[in-house]
């Protein structure tokens, strides 16, 4: 049960009802009427509670929860206790988060500016939003509808958000154009200068950075994450993409839509990213590169070399996955001779 | 000597004091009364002042020290310079440590609400505690007592913080129960949702995170990391963790007691980690793993599958540390047969 | 063309004075009077701009470019189209960096301590400088002539600023001392303690960190990088290092001058860098170590071993980058002969 301090709930709901709005059958409709009044993990959910699994890895916290319903795919369903109704979808971690979304819709902000935030001159800022204490707006930057700017936010002058946005505290914003439905973390700096200069020995020579950070709708951008501006040209987050935590993106970069890129990955100066490629956790992107569409690199790779559309890729320098999985498998198959030859 | 200016400094202290508070050998009674007045690097410490030799590293150092005393163990002290007293322990390091937490204790923040700080409604913030400017205390958060609340950190609503917990500045709290002692770094995000989604081609789908970051007594969490809250269950972080500077900690990830993670670690979300793990820099560890208690991680490794107790991992994937020194030599010698066959 | 919303722009400038100024030679005298009014990458600037071609990778986008003029070095300069006047210089990127500061020079910030700034007691600010809304300065402290201390800045106790610096928003400092013309991105922590501690079964021992970060003149520090404090010693940053995102500088480092640590390298504790390093990005440099004057290290590598100066080096661990490419070689070489054996 989520920590009603922190979280207000909706509901209860009845399982027919949740069953229609996650688009879940209900394996046994005589009891469609019953309620579930939270969503719950699996090894802590009551009987009064709605879980799920999604996981092979949590099946045996699946055979014995005490979840009074559960989502579960149709393989696993007859894993289920008999005390748990089960909401059969093809789908069960999507059909969770719509669920959760249920019991805990997104709050609009409650409209307001705090009397402790600095607001400069020229400023548009809807009044459908909320700016929270300390947070300090630059000349000339308008804010959409319904935005929630946090605690001690800095925007910086003439920079652009849309609507529904979210900027969680501590954040810097500058130099940047920001689409609806963005949800900047806390602690992210959007829009200093990036890392241009010639270097010299006598002093290295700084380039003027004179692009700006086009950030899409629907975008989410992890905490503490780093988004350099272009130098000349724009750097541009496409629509839909989701950035995790301490990830650095350079100057000139351009993600396409809906791109992932897991906690602590960088991408360097001018590489372009096509649509839905995913990027794990430690990985390093070299600059100048084309990653193709729909391209997978695993955690911690190096990719030094355009990436083709579609490709896996691991290791460094990465490689194709399969390959990477070989040399693995003869590193291994090596180091075992050499033990063999000293004994 | 420690800069005047940042450091206010006790003393001056005899050796006999000293040696009696650090529980050390002086090795030569008859001065026990002689005093030293600061504590200093060995190559730099006057004959007024106390050093110490831990790291065989900086033997020439300790050799030719003009150092007053020195605390050292009882293996290198025939290496002292004749002028330098020694204090002899087993454990220089700690014995250091204690002797100069007796040059500059730590310090009481002076009680005190800026007036420019923003305390939300139903707020509980002990007399005893001092909230410096610009910092925001959202609504119903506890604050226990002798804490440091640093300017410009931002405290979300419900949060609860124990006793003698500093914040430092730029920090952002949500979502979260802070334990005693705990002493949280500048920079630092703690409580913002987790990477938690359904990746779908129409858009990837939010999974509400509706858990918390629970942080046990005498934890420390250095500038810039980022510890999510949990999806559902918590995040985890056990009493007397220590955590370096742009650590990522994701959701659900549960570290046991006296975990060291050094600097640009990460934890995948719901991993455990037992007691006692020691994670070196710029580790990766995948989700949904355990490492076990005392297990011991080489720098920059990737772990992606169980780890077991007192295991000691090197590489990526992570192989245990023999088997990765190994690879090295067998790489080495592998690539020298090439040089070979090229001449 | 630079987004004047964000940018104020100089100019224009003709050919002559600009070839004057980066000190390049137009190819054709005749039309040293034209001017252009801007700068612009080589596939958007038009007939009014000055553009350049540094990286041969963009040679197809000079050939077809509609800049009025560009910069380029003799050896390409036969592929550019007839309509481009030609800027030729033997370093077209500094040649760049010097048109491009022309067009838009460094803009001193406007004097001004905000009203809604804190400033503690015996604080000197010269009257040149500028504090920007919610910053808050530390008794003591002292900021030179220029100076920019952005938003929601934290500048503790003591700290020293020299002239023409700027700090920007939601960086901490503390216990340091910091040259001129230094430049400091949002999200940055300097002068917090470091990592020190002597771990301990029954709690770890922290060890009061008692030095401070001393960074010299011209440096810049990417944004939410972090420099802990020297232990005792100090954390030394040297003249005109370029430091950028995501970096971690352990306490006791030194920087030489002029080196290069690029975005999530990590140096940790007590390790001296000689002067013009180069460190590419998510580097790992471990302790204690010596890394020799103008030594480069690859992407991602790993160092745990002395650098000699001048080396070149990749891999975890470090080898000479020649070695390190034979390793992938040989890698290659291996899986290879596996396939075959497989079929």
Not at 151 to 178: D, E, Y
Not at 315 to 323: C, E, L, N, Q
Request: aromatic residues 6%; charged residues 20%; proline residues 5%.
């Amino acid at each position: 049960m989520a920590d009603h301090r922190f979280y207000s709930r909706m509901g209860p709901f009845t399982l027919g009802e949740l069953a229609n709005l996650i688009n879940a059958d209900l394996n046994n409709v005589e009891i469609s009427g019953r309620t579930v009044t939270d969503v719950g993990p699996l090894n802590t959910a009551s009987q009064e509670e709605l879980s799920f699994l999604d996981n092979p890895k949590y099946i045996s916290e699946f055979k014995n929860t005490d979840a009074g319903a559960c989502i579960v795919s149709p393989k696993y369903a007859s894993k289920a206790p008999a005390r748990t109704a089960l909401l059969i979808s093809k789908d069960p971690y999507k059909a969770y988060a719509l669920a959760a979304r249920v019991f805990y819709p997104v709050i609009q902000p409650e409209p307001d500016i705090s009397h402790s935030a600095s607001v400069g001159k020229d400023v548009t800022i809807d009044k459908s939003s909320r700016i929270e204490a300390g947070a300090v707006i630059g000349d000339g930057a308008i804010i959409g509808k319904h935005c929630l700017i946090s605690a001690n936010v800095v925007i910086g002058a003439s920079v652009k958000i849309g609507n529904h946005v979210v900027i969680r505290s501590n954040s810097t914003l500058s130099h940047c154009i920001i689409g609806d439905y963005a949800h900047i973390y806390p602690g992210v700096q959007i829009g200093q200068d990036g890392f241009g200069f010639h270097p010299d020995i006598e002093g290295h020579i700084k380039v003027p950075q004179l692009g700006r950070v086009i950030i899409g709708d629907n975008v989410e951008i992890g905490a503490n994450s780093t988004i350099d501006r272009g130098s000349g040209p724009d750097t541009i987050i496409g629509n839909g993409c989701w950035i995790d935590n301490l990830v650095q993106i350079a100057h000139n970069v351009e993600l396409g839509r809906g791109c992932v890129i897991a906690a602590q990955a960088g991408v360097s100066g001018s590489s372009k990213i096509g649509d839905f490629v995913f990027v794990a956790g430690q990985v390093g992107i070299v600059g100048h590169l084309s990653v193709g569409t729909g391209a997978r690199i695993a955690g911690q790779s190096g990719v030094i070399k355009d990436v083709p559309p579609g490709a896996i890729m691991g290791g460094t320098p990465a490689v194709p996955i399969k390959d990477w999985h070989r040399q693995s498998i003869a590193m291994s198959r090596l180091i075992h001779k050499d033990k063999r030859i000293n004994e």
